[in-house]
């Protein structure tokens, strides 16, 4: 048997000595208490790309953000239905458990998974060869409808149409859910959208009563 560490993982315990050197060491007291447990304030549902890490993005530090990543960060409606629900029991934890107090809907440029969405080159493909991913953006054909009507199936334009189209859709899944809806009415939950372009590094935030996203500035 080779025991000799790949290329990839002498790659990662490089990145992890570096971590214990200027990211543990020196903080020793952060991660002390980070023992006793955690008090994130904000939930991020992102996408599983491996160019946006929420915590990156954000620059925050261990314990700030409960984050959730999956293909093209959805999220799907509340139902009761027998399975394994994984976002549904994240959120579940994020809004009962640790009683967050936003959540952050972030979708991204050049996202695989929307532009599967609008061209539908997966479905029909079985389990293990593309058909769990074409079951999961599924959630996305009622919006894929409006987007192609509006822009076709194919180019830049239509893909980040369906990328700000997918944030949308899975805020309003958000709000399927009895103990998300119910603490947003109350105030006690704000919801939000946002978009991070891998193009140019500009992260925009939803303003729902225009349905626009903005650059922050």
């Known amino acids: 048997m080779n025991t000799k ?8 315990i490089e990145g992890y000595r570096r971590f214990r050197a200027n990211g543990w060491n020196p903080r020793r007291e ?18 599983s790309d491996s160019r946006v890490d929420p915590a990156q993005i954000f620059d925050v530090d261990p314990g700030q953000i409960f984050v959730v990543r ?31 107090r936003e959540i952050v809907v972030m979708g991204h440029g050049m996202c695989g998974g929307c532009k599967a969405a609008l061209t539908q080159e997966l479905a029909g493909t079985e389990p293990g ?4 991913i074409a079951d ?11 987007v192609v009507h509006k822009h076709g199936t194919e180019g830049r334009e239509a893909e980040k149409a369906m990328e700000l189209a997918g944030v949308k859709v899975s805020l309003a899944n958000l709000r399927t859910f009895p103990c998300v809806s119910e603490l947003e009415s109350r105030g006690k939950l704000t919801l939000r959208g946002a978009f991070f372009a891998i193009s140019d590094g500009l992260l925009h935030v939803l303003d729902e009563e225009s349905g626009e996203f903005s650059p922050v500035e």
């Not at 960060?73 to 959120?91: I, K, Q, R, Y």
């Open 129 to 132: 060869k593309g058909g769990f």
């Open 70 to 100: 999956n293909v093209a960060a959805m999220v799907p409606p509340f139902e009761t239905s027998p399975g394994h629900h994984g976002v549904s029991a994240a959120l579940e934890f994020a809004v009962q458990v640790l009683r967050v």
């Open 30 to 47: 952060r991660w002390a208490a980070l023992r006793e447990g955690q008090e994130p304030r904000v939930m991020v549902i992102a996408c």
């Open 136 to 146: 999961w953006i599924e959630l996305l054909d009622g919006a894929r409808e409006e």
């Open 5 to 12: 560490p790949s290329l990839e993982l002498a790659s990662l």
